[in-house]
């Protein structure tokens, strides 16, 4: 190890713990309709994944190993779909 090395860092960085926690909040906003409790808005899954696509690009722009064009597409198509469910609720 040179000294001019820095420390080798303990756990994750910042952004790929915001990322994980924006997916925690979708997983937890989706599963609990299935665990009796109330429906989550559209709209609220739609900013969660939105957040975590722009976390994905930040995260992309620091490790240029983190580009997954697939992963942002599928993202993309998640919240298109979203939208498509949320502009076609009765009463909304």
Same mark, same amino acid.
Not at 8 to 30: I, M, Q, W
Not at 57 to 82: C, E, H, K, T
């Given at each position: 190890?040179?000294?001019? +090395? @820095? %420390? &080798?860092?303990?756990? %994750? +960085?910042t ?17 609990? %309709?299935?665990?009796? /409790? &109330?429906? &989550?808005? @559209? !709209?609220?899954?739609?900013? =969660?994944?939105? *957040?975590? =696509? /722009? ?7 620091? +490790? @240029?190993?983190?580009?997954? %064009?697939?992963?942002?597409?599928? +993202?993309?198509?998640?919240? *298109?779909?979203?939208? !498509?469910?949320?502009?076609?609720? &009765? *009463? *909304?």
């Amino acid at each position: 190890m040179n000294p001019s +090395d @820095p %420390p &080798p860092k303990g756990g %994750p +960085d910042t952004l790929t713990v915001t990322s994980f926690v924006l997916l925690g909040l979708v997983a937890v906003a989706l599963l609990l %309709p299935l665990l009796g /409790g &109330p429906t &989550p808005s @559209p !709209y609220l899954v739609i900013v =969660l994944l939105v *957040g975590r =696509l /722009g976390v994905q690009f930040l995260r992309s722009r620091r +490790d @240029p190993n983190l580009r997954r %064009p697939a992963s942002w597409a599928f +993202d993309v198509i998640l919240i *298109g779909l979203l939208f !498509y469910v949320a502009s076609n609720q &009765p *009463g *909304g």
